[in-house]
């Protein structure tokens, strides 16, 4: 499956943004599918994660309750709905696919065998 990111740009503290990931070439409700970002000079982190099946959502300890993951099957997409941003949010966002991930790896970005190109989000205080 191939993915392509979109939606990032230049924010103000407390602004909202959405993500979109569009999946072709593959048969995307049969993915977990994710998103993670990378900060300059920092590793790769886990943002959030909809399961394939029930579409059952994980989120990292610093966007819960911020952001919220979506998925529309029928579209081949996957979105990142992102509100109250914080200066900490800048990041280049991934999103990322996979058939096999389990539960207690599906924040690991080694078990993500599909990823986009990125997208900046960057939010200025």
Do not use: F
């Given at each position: 499956v191939q993915l392509q990111a979109s939606g990032g740009g230049l924010v103000q503290a407390g602004?909202?943004?959405r993500l979109s990931c569009a999946a072709s070439g593959g048969t995307f409700r049969s993915y977990t599918m994710a998103w993670f970002?990378?900060?300059?000079?920092?590793?790769r982190e886990f943002v959030a994660a909809i399961g394939r099946g029930s579409g059952h959502t994980y989120y990292a300890g610093s966007v819960k309750g911020r952001f919220t993951i979506s998925r529309d099957n029928?579209?081949?997409?996957?979105?990142?709905?992102?509100?109250?941003?914080?200066?900490?949010?800048?990041?280049v966002y991934y999103c990322a696919a996979d058939r096999g991930v389990i539960v207690s790896s599906i924040g690991r970005a080694a078990r993500?065998?599909?990823?986009?190109?990125?997208?900046?989000?960057?939010v200025s205080s």
């Open positions: 602004g909202s943004l970002r990378q900060a300059p000079g920092k590793e029928a579209k081949n997409a996957v979105y990142l709905q992102m509100n109250s941003l914080k200066p900490e949010d800048t990041a993500y065998d599909h990823w986009g190109q990125g997208t900046l989000v960057t």
